[in-house]
């Protein structure tokens, strides 16, 4: 079963407003990534937080992370209508080298 | 440096064939995967390997078959299609270091696969 489920499953936004997509997770994780996927094409690796790391930064992109509700967020600032894609968070666990996605958050973004 | 690179970009198969998608990547990563992925499903992990000659089975393994001979390649094999495993299909690497657990994954572009 997944071990991440993103939340909302579809957001559609105006270009230049704020994006904001959550993931929560059920077991205690060695780390959490965010993937982003374009139409037709491969997932593409946005960012990683470790589990002992509450917030980290790149570039638009601002994620969190929670242990204690088990959930982490992704805020996607001054949007652009190339922000427009899916986006998945994954999370690794202790003792397991395999990494396991949720089903995603669709994002569209309004010109 | 052309990363992960998987081969047919689309297939069409009936019930019962047998196929190989190709995946090979270029990065020397020792830590190599496959996934389908589902329409409201997201990706669920088929099967894996963290070098060359060691393989396990991820969430879905029925039906797949891979090895890993050579580091850089990692087939995945439809023993007899069936339509349930019409899906798509991405390949994906990483370095393993401390594991999969530190670094990222790099995706191959996917395979498009229906079994009629």
């Known amino acids: 079963s997944q071990q991440g489920e993103e939340d909302p499953q579809a957001l559609s936004i105006q270009e230049g407003e704020n994006a904001t997509m959550n993931c929560s997770y059920k077991?205690?994780?060695?780390?959490l990534q965010w993937y982003r996927q374009n139409s037709g094409r491969g997932l593409v690796h946005l960012i990683l937080?470790?589990?002992?790391?509450r917030e980290k930064h790149s570039g638009r992109l601002r994620v969190t992370l929670d242990t204690s509700k088990k959930s982490s967020s992704l805020l996607i600032t001054a949007s652009r209508a190339a922000d427009t894609a899916s986006y998945f968070c994954?999370?690794?666990?202790?003792?397991?080298?395999?990494?396991?996605f949720g089903t995603g958050t669709r994002l569209t973004i309004i010109p | 440096n052309a990363g992960v690179t998987q081969t047919p970009k689309f297939q069409v198969l009936k019930t019962g064939q047998s196929m190989t998608l190709q995946c090979a990547q270029d990065?020397?990563?020792?830590?190599m995967s496959w996934y389908r992925q589902d329409p409201g499903m997201g990706l669920r992990l088929i099967h894996y390997?963290?070098?060359?000659?060691?393989?396990d089975q991820g969430e879905v393994p029925n039906g797949y078959n891979v090895s890993r001979s050579t580091t850089e390649d990692f087939p995945l094999r439809l023993l007899s299609a069936a339509p349930s495993q019409t899906s798509v299909y991405f390949c994906?690497?990483?370095?393993?270091?401390?594991?999969?657990?530190?670094?990222?994954?790099?995706f191959g572009n996917g395979t498009r696969l229906t079994v009629t």
């Open positions: 390997s963290v070098g060359a000659g060691i393989t």
């Open positions: 077991t205690s994780i060695n780390n």
């Open positions: 990065m020397n990563h020792e830590y």
């Open positions: 994954a999370t690794t666990y202790f003792g397991n080298e395999k990494l396991t």
């Open positions: 937080i470790r589990s002992n790391e």
């Open positions: 994906a690497s990483t370095r393993r270091g401390g594991g999969q657990r530190n670094s990222p994954l790099h």
